[in-house]
């Protein structure tokens, strides 16, 4: 979808009857009876429905991947090779095509790939929740979407190289990469110390104060990143002790002291709505804002309950999610045409 948003013309290749199986993870579906979900990663494409045991379909296949720019797949390891589809076999008789696998934990690994179970095994969960709690899944299927993004980048980068060489290339990403890699800063504390990282909750590992708090009316976060932030925070509470405390004057210093500083901040924070302290943090410069909604959120969001939230990257909606097997007839007929052009991915 990231592709398409960035113009390229892109089929999307699915089995006949379900098609995508997210086509049923619902409810909600729309008036169209498509989910939701399927909905939100779909625009900007055409769809065709190919069953793989038929040799037509196939032969249609290897006539789309002649033209296109980028194959991309997330089958299991010799699914394609079974039918004699693999990836080797068309880079081989189209060295400038591009070739990205998408896979669960990486090309020789059969198993399938889930967003819930990579979460679990790559440390997310463990992180994830409040301190004394159960491990915690993020609240977006958000190891799918960093795979995705690593992927869009990969091709991108794929097409650069190509650019230059003239050469395709097969790039293989995996959700289980894709998001230890992720663990970023937190698995660099790991590195670093040899110990494991535990749970924050809302707190932050490396700085403070970074969390939430409960103000008189609804939660609001205060994410001091410096010094000067910090000493900016106090002041714009009222914590003037605090602000001159010389204990306090550095991240070190407030990390040693979290517990007594964090309570200090939690009792002025209640004492007052929330609009309040955002407006005295935001005149001191102190990073700082109310805990919303989704649907709060989304009111300032570019959105449609058809193609979704506006595309991230410099893009547009071209198309809206496509029903099952909606261009099949003139994908069949036209090829990359059907876009009324000769460029293709």
């Not at 230890?180 to 535990?198: E, H, K, Y």
């Not at 090829?335 to 000769?342: C, E, L, N």
């Amino acid at each position: 979808m990231m592709l398409g948003d960035l113009g390229a013309d892109v089929i999307k290749v699915e089995r006949p009857g379900g098609g995508d199986d997210t086509r049923s993870w619902g409810p909600p579906f729309d008036g169209r009876g498509e989910s939701a979900y399927y909905l939100s990663v779909n625009r900007n494409k055409k769809s065709v429905a190919v069953d793989l045991s038929n040799a037509e379909d196939r032969a249609m296949i290897a006539a789309l991947l002649a033209d296109a720019d980028v194959a991309v797949d997330n089958f299991k390891r010799g699914t394609l090779a079974r039918y004699d589809l693999s990836p080797q076999r068309f880079l081989a008789q189209h060295p400038a095509l591009v070739w990205c696998s998408i896979t669960g934990f990486g090309a020789d690994n059969d198993r399938p790939g889930y967003d819930y179970i990579v979460q679990a095994e790559r440390g997310w969960m463990a992180i994830t929740g409040e301190a004394d709690g159960v491990p915690m899944k993020v609240g977006v299927a958000l190891a799918d979407v960093v795979a995705g993004k690593d992927a869009a980048v990969a091709v991108l980068a794929a097409l650069a190289a190509r650019y230059r060489d003239g050469r395709g290339r097969h790039v293989v990403t995996s959700l289980a990469q894709s998001a230890s890699a992720a663990l970023v800063n937190v698995a660099q504390n790991v590195l670093v110390t040899g110990r494991d990282a535990p749970r924050w909750g809302n707190a932050h590992p490396n700085l403070v104060p970074y969390e939430l708090f409960e103000a008189a009316d609804r939660s609001i976060v205060i994410a001091v990143g410096n010094d000067a932030q910090w000493r900016a925070c106090a002041i714009a509470l009222g914590l003037h002790e605090l602000a001159g405390d010389p204990r306090l004057a550095t991240n070190a210093g407030r990390l040693e002291h979290r517990e007594e500083l964090v309570l200090a901040l939690a009792e002025r924070v209640r004492e007052e709505d929330a609009s309040h302290w955002l407006s005295r943090l935001a005149q001191a410069g102190v990073p700082a804002g109310v805990v919303r909604s989704v649907l709060e959120s989304l009111r300032e969001a570019e959105v449609s309950p058809l193609t979704g939230v506006a595309p991230s990257v410099p893009g547009e909606v071209r198309l809206p999610p496509p029903r099952l097997d909606e261009h099949g007839d003139e994908i069949r007929r036209h090829g990359w045409g059907v876009f009324g052009g000769d460029g293709a991915e």
